[in-house]
């Protein structure tokens, strides 16, 4: 029932990522004036949620508390996206200053549930720290967005919340992100598989596909009822050889496709009641 249960679709743009740098794709986001300029476009192009990264004056990835502090009361100043900090950051930003993202005080986190490997590298989540970061989303009223990278990481997401509980607001969301060398294939039938096993408890999915999967991951999620992940933290191409010049091009074709579906894209108030805020 719940995979095959019609609904507007949200629309969430991760405009920046940690993995791209800003030599390799010139048009990625990285300034605070870039990213609100970015998080503007794409809400009016019909997203309800904006997955943010930042980066230093170097266009690196950084957790700086202050930077992301300031990031947050921009994009609340100059749009009503739901603000979702990512906690993941990059491959090689330490536990600690991860945790403390909540202190900058976003509406959503992203909440890996396991390690993986990541391309030749390795994005550590090991289970003491997600229970850790779990229970601080708890204590800060921030709503996690439970990121399933692995058909492992459903099983720990069953795991934690048997443990702990519902998280903030009492909803539970979840985001499937395929196609990462090492972790799940972005085809339709491991997303099939990945939803047929979340917990009862989930009342919203959605799915990324990284690179050339995400097309085919896109359609697959909108056929069987999730929501959709898209921008340049995930593909900076549209098509093979036709780099991305703005996310808004992806959102775009995201909401195109929502509204091909007969689900066209959610608005940021019912963003927010999906998720629980
Ligand atoms: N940059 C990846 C290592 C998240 O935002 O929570 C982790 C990531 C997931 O992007
Ligand atoms: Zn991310």
């Known amino acids: 029932m719940r995979a095959m249960t019609p609904a507007d679709t949200l629309l969430t743009v991760a405009p920046t990522g940690a ?13 605070l004036a870039e990213i609100v300029e970015t998080a503007v476009r794409c809400e009016a192009a019909g997203a309800g949620m904006v997955h943010v990264h930042i980066r230093d004056d170097e266009h690196r990835p950084t957790l700086d508390l202050g930077r992301l502090t300031d990031t947050v009361a921009a994009l609340r100043e100059a749009t009503t996206l739901v603000v979702q900090l990512s906690t993941g950051g990059s491959v090689h930003d330490p536990l600690g200053d991860r945790l403390r993202v909540l ?7 992203s909440l890996t549930l396991g390690t993986v490997n990541f391309g030749d590298d390795v994005f550590m989540n090991p289970w003491p720290f997600v229970c850790e970061l779990y229970q601080r989303t708890q204590a800060a009223g921030v709503v996690p967005e439970f990121e399933l990278f692995d058909l492992g990481h459903v099983a720990a997401l069953h795991r934690l919340l048997d443990r702990f509980g ?13 196609g990462v060398p090492g972790g799940m294939p972005g085809t339709a039938a491991a997303l099939v598989a990945a939803v047929q096993a979340l917990p ?11 690179g050339r999967t995400a097309l085919p991951v896109a359609l697959a999620a909108l056929s069987y009822g999730g929501h959709l992940r898209v921008g340049m933290e995930d593909t900076v191409t549209l098509a093979r050889g036709v780099p991305v010049e703005h996310n808004v091009q992806l959102v775009e074709r995201a909401a195109a496709l929502a509204a091909l579906a007969q689900r066209p894209t959610m608005s940021t108030g019912s963003a927010r009641a999906l998720l629980g805020l």
């Open 166 to 178: 519902l998280p903030f607001g009492g909803r539970v969301h979840c985001d499937l992100v395929m």
């Open 103 to 109: 202190d900058a005080g976003p509406d959503s986190c």
């Open 19 to 31: 993995e791209s740098t800003r030599e390799a794709v010139p048009t990625l986001p990285t300034t």
């Open 200 to 210: 009862a408890a989930i009342t919203s999915w959605s799915a990324t596909g990284i």
